[in-house]
């Protein structure tokens, strides 16, 4: 069992920057593909990013390419989502989430993924 714990969510002004962190609990995180969603009010879930096992591989959603970067730190179990110039169309909840231990590549589809975190709001003013 995983378990996703976010934090760094907040209220920032367009053109600002925040970091998300994704801390997981078990030894099976750095052999675990994990990924980052958001969800704003009404709509739908949204890709945002994923990355491999050690980070060989990342991709990202369309709308966040070039200002959003994914990495992570496997010694100390946590996941990151730097986010720079962000805009309002970024205010959403966003949220961690974790393939099983060995279990496919990186995907952009929410079903691929076993653990979910709670996750952590963002919001960006105008």
């Not at 760094?8 to 675990?32: K, N, P």
């Not at 989502?81 to 099983?100: G, H």
Request: aromatic letters at 12%; one cysteine or more; charged letters at 15%.
């Amino acid at each position: 069992q995983v378990q996703l714990v976010e934090s760094g969510g907040g209220l920032v002004q367009a053109g600002g920057s925040l970091r998300l962190a994704c801390a997981a609990s078990g030894r099976t995180f750095s052999s675990s593909v994990m990924g980052w969603f958001r969800q704003a009010p009404g709509k739908e879930r949204e890709f945002v990013a994923s990355t491999s096992w050690i980070g060989a591989s990342t991709i990202y959603g369309d709308s966040v390419k070039g200002r959003f970067t994914m990495f992570r730190d496997n010694a100390k179990n946590t996941v990151y989502l730097q986010m720079n110039s962000l805009k309002p169309e970024d205010t959403a909840v966003y949220s961690c989430a974790a393939r099983r231990r060995y279990s496919g590549s990186v995907s952009s589809f929410a079903h691929a993924y076993d653990y979910w975190g709670q996750g952590t709001q963002v919001t960006v003013s105008s």
